[in-house]
């Protein structure tokens, strides 16, 4: 299959395991950003390819796993009202909140329909004027512009039966906050490529510079993922801390301006809760003033609500690279994709998946099937 086989080559990715190994002389800990690079990462036995002295961490790039609890119980609150019909894309149905997830309200008759994109949300609320309807928006910078364009559009048309339960985040700011810790320990970074399609790279370049760490866009496939292991390595052995792209068929460092423009016309900056992490400072998007009359926390009155996180799930300490999800004591036991304890385990990006999918997959097997 072009552009995905080229991608998944045993044998090119041996050779670059080659290079990586004949670059490594010392221990190096890299976190790839992207939940979807983990379960590239797990599925391929990416690790089993690569030198003993590089440990791969997990990162927060998971934007089902990062959403608060708090913000999945204020969902729960709105799609529980009868006049509601509540859209989101399929992985929040089964994430938990403190007493039950959106698919058990599903089951309790609620009016929860799943959807790829928030414009199909758009066409419901047109086709239903007596019913309120909203789109739970979650996601990083890359699906952001998706929102923006839906809430313009029905800013434009004055819908007034339409809000937004809005609870996107920027991938930046999160670096900087595991950054910060003394213990992090993190080397270097694979930044997700799909987000810097949006934004571009130009913002992660002051990152880099001011901690000294080196961050590579990185695609999803093998390939990709073995080549910015790679760019990474090269960088770290030689002192340098610099952006390089390896996702350059996708990415440019200017992004996607027009994209950009709608998302900064529609939200701005704030401090967002991380679920597992805590707050980050302008780590997240709200609606600026204009748009105010479309967001569901304030039409729903459901801002004030506020959760603590189960304390048997490490979530945290795994999407900060602390730990890994075999090292939790729940993994496969009280916590199963059947019931999670947390968002990581049940999302088709979060780390506890993966692991729980493909850890019994060796490498060969896995680019068999590929």
Not at 88 to 95: E, I, K, S, Y
Not at 309 to 327: R, T
Request: aromatic share 8%; net charge negative.
């Amino acid at each position: 299959m072009k552009f995905v086989d080229e991608y998944r080559d045993a044998t090119a990715a041996r050779r670059i395991s080659e290079l990586i190994r004949a670059k490594t002389t010392k221990p190096w800990k890299i976190m790839e950003i992207c939940g979807g690079q983990t379960h590239s990462i797990v599925r391929f036995g990416i690790g089993e390819l690569l030198p003993q002295e590089i440990t791969l961490v997990h990162g927060p790039g998971c934007p089902v796993c990062v959403t608060p609890i708090e913000v999945i119980d204020r969902a729960l609150a709105i799609a529980s009202l009868n006049n509601v019909i509540f859209c989101t894309f399929a992985d929040m149905l089964r994430v938990p909140g403190t007493s039950g997830d959106l698919f058990s309200i599903k089951g309790r008759g609620g009016d929860i329909r799943f959807m790829y994109s928030p414009l199909e949300a758009l066409a419901i609320a047109k086709a239903n004027p007596d019913k309120e309807v909203v789109f739970f928006a979650v996601g990083f910078e890359t699906t952001a512009p998706a929102t923006a364009m839906t809430a313009f559009q029905a800013k434009t048309e004055n819908l007034s039966n339409f809000s937004l339960l809005v609870s996107h985040v920027l991938v930046p700011p999160a670096i900087e906050a595991i950054l910060c810790p003394k213990n992090s320990g993190i080397q270097g970074f694979l930044a997700a490529g799909h987000v810097c399609t949006v934004m571009g790279y130009a913002e992660y370049e002051p990152l880099a510079k001011k901690y000294g760490v080196p961050i590579v866009v990185t695609g999803f496939e093998p390939i990709d993922i073995l080549s910015g292991i790679y760019l990474c390595v090269k960088q770290l052995e030689e002192g340098r801390a610099e952006v390089e792209n390896q996702y350059s068929r996708s990415v440019k460092r200017e992004g996607a301006r027009e994209a950009q423009a709608l998302v900064n016309q529609v939200f701005e900056p704030t401090m967002r809760k991380w679920r597992g992490i805590g707050g980050i400072d302008r780590s997240g998007l709200k609606f600026r003033p204009d748009y105010e009359k479309l967001d569901a926390e304030i039409r729903f009155n459901v801002s004030l609500i506020e959760r603590e996180e189960d304390s048997l799930c490490i979530s945290g300490s795994i999407l900060q690279g602390f730990k890994k999800p075999f090292e939790c004591p729940a993994f496969g036991t009280s916590c199963t994709p059947e019931h999670p304890l947390g968002a990581t385990m049940v999302s088709s990006e979060g780390a506890c998946s993966a692991y729980y999918k493909y850890r019994r997959d060796d490498r060969e097997t896995a680019f068999a099937e590929a």
